[in-house]
DNA sequence: GCCGGAGTTTGAGTAAACGCAAATCCTGAT
DNA sequence: ATCAGGATTTGCGTTTACTCAAACTCCGGC
């Protein structure tokens, strides 16, 4: 097998102030990987035996209840960790990992993870603050879930989507990648049938363009007040 | 002042390990504060200078939404760090910190945190290993805010109060705080008047006891089918 | 012992969103 | 080009839990 080249990772936050030769050698251990569109890089459950890269792709993490219903917990983007269980310390992953793409993953063994912390503190420091902002944004959420209504949830995680995944578009900003009614429920708590309505009412409205599994938002500015309560 | 002793802090989560040479110099940067029931002791949004550990008493972890309304993030309780912004990078609080009775804190100066986390690897692992599983319990409840409805939620909520900072009783367990009927519409998203018709009605049905800010779970098998949504 | 006020209970009406059902629309595969 | 199946739309009845309102209870302080 080739050595993996340091310009994959170079510059990406993980690793951000890397020198090229500290880079060859976080790379050494590492493993790319290619998975389909649907295709499972870990399950719920599993034993923690890697921790991952995203190179290109999205990966969508979802958790599942002890009754089979699912909650989209949040997207991947390239350039992110994920499935890092080994670094707070649990042995199992707290949920599933699939691709919402074709992606491709470096994977790195799990053993490694306190080799890159104690050998690269800027590492280290750049990953606990990644988990710091997920808390963050999770506790965000939670607090979303309490006290919002459905159509401001909606608006929140649709504008949410657009602002960390958009792609301008001449329409508009479209999310980056194959999403459903379906889904957005599932990230927001909801059903896919008020997905739908909410979605159709801001069609005819102008504030977004969305079809089969797409979603282009053309009047953020619009949608955030609605997100707010403000708009009508 | 007079030195703390390290008899204070031996033996608790996150300075488990540590010899007695090690504690003293852990105790060293630390100073001892009193609070009185319903003081705060940090603010959601204040710059963090320090990160505590709880020695006695309990403190309630409260996010204030942008409309003025008050989510329970979670209770703390004698021997758990709180306000760690500094282990994830954050230079602001993310919450306010106040006190359910009177409480006794350990305080220590923000920049200290890097020197312990050095010093001690035990001490980072099991801070690490806190923020994690408390990264897990927020999704949990996440999920449960996206997937159950009230009745479940209150349930399941009581449930983990009971298990987490439970007292045995003559009639069963009791939660070691005060604890209206707001607290806990505040941690389950809902309305004090509906977790009062709730409580009323497990009461009916011997399944808790409850009073003036005061909740005892007589049955928690009962409740734990109803928070499984196996129980009418 | 009395009083004030916070905390709690309970009722009645209402609104938001769900569940169910059926029709329609797309898109990728053959 | 056709077709099958997933995705979406939309309507309607129902349920859950909220809002508003009022009464009540109990504890602590004077």
Redesign the interface.
Known sequence: MAALDRSLIAGLGPFAGLAPADLDEVLQPARAMRFAKDATVFEQDGEARSFFLLLDGYVRVV?I???G?Q?I?RYIKDGELFGIAA????TTY??NAVCAVDCVVLAWPNERWSDLVERFPSFA?NT??T??????E??D???E???EQVTQRVAHAVLRLAHQTGRKTAEGVEIDFPISRQDIA?M??TTLHTVSRLLSAWEERGIVRSGRQKVIVSDPHRLMLIA??RGS
């Open positions: 958790r209840t002890p009754d219903e909650v917990v670094a707070i310390g649990r707290p949920a420091r606990y603050q988990i710091g902002s997920r808390l963050q999770t506790h959420r939670m607090m879930m309490s006290t599932e927001t708590g707010e309560n």
